[in-house]
């Protein structure tokens, strides 16, 4: 079907003749002798305005041109005599494609809460928020292959079924085709199609990591899940990591290559979602806009974690769960330092060893990890990273203390016995990026289809 866009229909300065436009209804007001379409196909945020001729198109069909249904239409683009736009489409045609009936449609035009939202999540990017989001969403993904591809990283695709648990957090998801009464007994899945017990991957660091002590700088962008049963606005169980991983670097070098990311990131929404962002910093978070800027101009706070201990035992505030060296910060610990104490993104480093995975290279301290996270206002950790331990013994001796078998990571553990190099890497929760670029609260609201504990529908 031949159409032009409505983004660049929008975007004309001069009237044109003859154009063919398709979209959904938004919105119809009839005057006397002429009814107005709000139409919008998704490419931009501002819909097109179209004046029909009831008359031309008759009232049979003038009655069903409702709100949701999909039409159309064929005509000039004139200067418009009304208020709020500089053109409008006089149509010399219009065909509805599919009617929506206006008893059951959901969508009315009126302001619908997120949590109803999300239950006819199939039917929400047809609001404006959900457009906004999905298309900043889209560039994102777009500016994260921009960004490794433009420094040479080389893309990998990872496994999704894996038998590694890399975080060691035990938070996976078992991948089987036996039927359910092959489950019991001792050892189930040695009959199993792997013959042996396979998950979902929780990330792709490990497979990363082996490309690249070849490739020496790569990066993963897929989906990752875990069963962690964290029922909070920024968990999913299935959630997209970006991961990118550098042989012959080291922490430094890994919080220098997260800053820039960020920024990268943040740089182009800024530029390629301008009605989006603008949208979404009126309706959604006053505050949007001026943290993105913040974000670009500031260099990010780089501190160790005892320090921020020290920072957050002296605030004074009274947290619900409290500040003790040895524990995970929580994440409203997290943002006390971002939000209030510096007011900008910050790089926690050197965390205890307990609190951290098996793989973080051990400092010379033998207390802490080269460990860093970034942090960020309103979200709290949106990137977790380290370097890794690159000596072998070093690695299978803190395996040993973990009480990790040796024989599952065989293969990783040659990466370290041959031709071992200091390397360092991160990854960036997707979703939590989406967050911060759009001001959304809940994690659920930027990703097509959450997946949640309770929650697999569409
Ligand atoms: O800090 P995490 O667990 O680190 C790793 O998985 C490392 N293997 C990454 C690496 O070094 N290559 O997770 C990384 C990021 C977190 O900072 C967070 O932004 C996001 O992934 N994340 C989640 N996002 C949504 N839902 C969840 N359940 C998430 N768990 C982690
Ligand atoms: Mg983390």
């Known amino acids: 079907m031949k159409r032009e866009k409505i983004v660049s229909v929008l975007a004309r300065t001069e ?89 059951s449609y959901p969508l ?4 619908h809460g997120f949590e109803f ?7 929400r990017p047809r609001t404006n928020t959900f457009g906004a989001v999905m298309r900043v969403r889209g560039e994102l993904s777009f500016a994260v292959h921009e960004f490794f591809q433009s420094r040479g990283f080389v893309p990998m695709h990872t496994p999704i079924i894996t038998a590694s648990d890399c975080e ?11 039927p359910p009464d092959r489950l019991a007994g001792p050892d189930p899945f040695a009959e199993d199609f792997f013959g042996k017990r396979a998950y979902l991957t929780v990330s792709g660091q490990l497979n990363a990591e082996a490309a690249a002590t070849a490739l020496a700088e790569v990066y993963t962008f897929g989906p990752t899940f875990r069963a962690e049963n964290s029922n909070t606005a920024r968990h999913l169980a299935e959630f997209w990591m970006i991961e990118p991983e550098m042989a012959f670097c080291d922490i430094h070098d890994d919080m220098d290559l997260a800053e820039a990311f960020m920024k990268h990131l943040v740089a182009r929404v800024l530029e390629r979602c301008a009605d989006d962002l603008a949208f979404l910093d009126q309706w959604v978070d006053k505050t949007l806009l001026a943290t993105l800027r913040n974000t670009l101009e500031s260099d990010f706070v780089r501190l160790d974690y005892t320090e921020a201990v020290e920072i957050l035992k002296r605030s004074g505030r009274a947290f619900e769960f409290p500040v003790e060296w040895g524990h995970d910060l929580q994440s409203e610990h997290e943002r006390h330092l971002t939000e209030q104490h510096f007011g900008r993104p910050v790089i926690l480093t050197a965390y205890p060893k307990e609190i951290k995975s098996f793989y973080m290279r051990v400092n010379d301290d033998g207390r802490t990890v080269a460990a860093m996270d970034v942090l960020v206002p309103r979200i709290g950790e949106i990137i977790g990273g380290s370097q890794r331990e690159e000596r072998y013994d070093v690695l299978t001796a803190r395996m040993a203390e973990l009480g990790l078998p040796l024989e599952p990571y065989s293969w990783y553990l ?27 609260t809940n994690i659920r609201d930027v990703i097509p289809f959450p997946r949640y504990p309770g929650h697999a529908e569409f």
């Open 15 to 103: 009237p044109a003749r003859g154009l063919t436009v398709c979209g959904w209804i938004r919105t119809r007001r009839d005057g006397k002798d002429v009814s107005f379409l709000e139409i919008n196909d998704g490419s931009s945020l501002k819909n097109l305005q179209i004046v029909v001729d009831p008359g031309a198109v008759g009232q049979d069909l003038l009655r069903r041109l409702t709100t949701g249904a999909s039409v159309r239409a064929v005509g000039d683009l004139v200067p418009s005599l009304g208020a709020g736009q500089r053109l409008e489409l006089r149509t010399r045609e219009v065909e509805l494609l599919g009617a929506a009936d206006p008893e």
């Open 108 to 111: 009315q035009k009126k302001r």
């Open 117 to 123: 939202l999300r239950t006819i999540a199939h039917l």
């Open 168 to 178: 060691g957090a035990g938070e996976m998801f078992t991948v089987t085709s036996l």
């Open 414 to 440: 040659d990466l370290l016995r041959f031709g071992s190099v200091p390397h360092a890497g991160f990854g960036m929760g997707f979703e939590r990026m989406v967050m911060f670029a759009t001001g959304m």
